[in-house]
């Protein structure tokens, strides 16, 4: 386990205001999903904003970006020696798929031990193909339509880790440039999306291939750019002050939510991407409280993404009535249910997820290792 003190540091070489948009980025999800909750309950004297359903799919967007921009980033640290494609498939694995297996067990039993007291009732085991397919971010229909997993939140992580698997086999091909042939890749599917319909099976090629080949895919080569362009800047970046960064880049996540284009959405997530990575905090700022706050969240934003579900359904039981009151007490309870669950999710990410991880790879990895998915 990290020592408190420090998991509580900002690591070498961490680009804090991207800490902090892992982090807004997670939250996003979990107002989203707090939201229909009290929707579901008929805690909301209206229907919930178009935008409000957008904040969870464009926190997860997000989440493709950054993918996209650390994948590249953490590649090129050491030009001379870049991980082997094996290296690096295996490192990710090791950081996204012990916490998502470890989530999806305990979602199962949690389903079947509360099932009647919230609202879902129609609670069934998994069957062991929908375990196999889930454990190897393999994806499928389930049982309710939808082209999910058991644990429902693990259809982003079909997205990465077939990114990975593309990434891994860039590296594999050309340990250098392989980012190139990547790059390509990713363009083709996104190209041929527009070709391929929705499939009915459940199972099989045509479900992978259309799930591959969807417009999320540019959002990994957005990421991938924006990193190339950080290091032919060097230090040459411009800088502004950290809560100036963080400020455009939130309301820039703010606006996708609210865009009705995939487009638009897509190019005001690369925006806020854009702002964190490509301007500096300015050095007094570095290790100040606000720059440890945003590390913090960063830090804790795959477990937040994990582990929201597990306590908002109480949460949204236990205060539906004060929901229904007007705006005011709503937003205090969005507050704090995003309080809540980023103070789960941390303890999550210091109690389990690293120690987890770090004993999988027989290592005492920094935190700054731990890069969010």
């Known amino acids: 386990m990290i020592p408190l003190h420090n998991a509580l540091r900002i690591e070498q070489g961490q680009i804090v205001a991207l800490q902090l948009l892992r982090g807004v980025a997670a939250l996003a999800v979990v107002v989203e999903h707090l939201l229909q909750r009290y929707e579901k309950r008929g805690a909301l004297p209206a229907e919930l904003p178009e935008f409000v359903a957008k904040l969870g799919q464009t926190g997860v967007f ?5 993918s996209g921009f650390i994948m590249v980033f953490i590649t090129s640290r050491d030009r001379q020696a870049p991980p082997s494609g094996a290296a690096f498939l295996r490192a990710r694995f090791l950081r996204v798929a012990p916490l998502y297996y470890l989530t999806t067990l305990l979602i199962v039993v949690f389903a079947w031990a509360t099932q009647g007291l919230g609202t879902l009732s129609d609670f069934r085991f998994p069957t062991l193909a929908e375990w196999v ?7 499928h229909r389930g049982a309710n339509g939808l082209i999910q997993p058991i644990y429902g939140l693990g259809w982003s992580l079909h997205y990465e880790m077939f990114f990975y698997l593309l990434f891994a086999a860039g590296l594999a091909i050309h340990r250098r440039h392989g980012v190139l042939l990547v790059l390509a890749v990713l363009g083709l599917l996104a ?13 099989g090629l045509s479900v992978i291939a259309y799930v591959f080949t969807r417009p999320v895919m540019l959002i990994f080569m957005a990421g991938m750019i924006l990193a190339r362009i950080r ?3 060097g230090d040459r970046l411009p800088s502004a002050p950290l809560p100036l960064i963080a400020s455009v880049a939130i309301a820039a996540l703010w606006l996708a939510a609210t865009l009705e284009t995939i487009g638009a959405m897509l190019g005001a997530i690369v ?3 854009a702002v964190c ?7 007094r700022e570095a290790g100040g409280r606000f720059a440890m706050f945003s590390s913090a969240m960063g830090n804790a934003s795959y477990s937040i993404y994990l582990t929201h579900s597990f306590v908002l359904g109480a949460f949204a039981a236990a205060t539906s009535a004060i929901a229904a009151e007007g705006p005011g007490p709503l937003m205090a ?10 103070i789960l999710g941390w303890l999550t990410w210091h109690l389990i997820e690293v120690p987890m ?7 005492r990895s920094r935190p700054s290792e731990m890069v969010a998915p």
């Not at 397919?133 to 994806?139: A, D, E, H, R, V």
């Not at 190209?191 to 199972?203: C, F, H, K, M, S």
């Open 62 to 66: 997000a989440f493709f970006a950054i």
């Open 133 to 139: 397919g889930s454990f190897l971010f393999i994806p």
């Open 191 to 203: 190209a041929l999306g527009p070709l391929i319909a929705a499939p009915a099976d459940r199972w």
């Open 231 to 233: 290091e032919r800047c």
């Open 271 to 273: 925006l806020a991407l």
């Open 277 to 283: 990575v490509l301007v500096v905090p300015r050095d």
């Open 333 to 342: 309870l969005v507050l704090m249910a995003c309080t809540g669950c980023f």
């Open 357 to 363: 991880t770090n004993r999988l790879r027989g290592k």
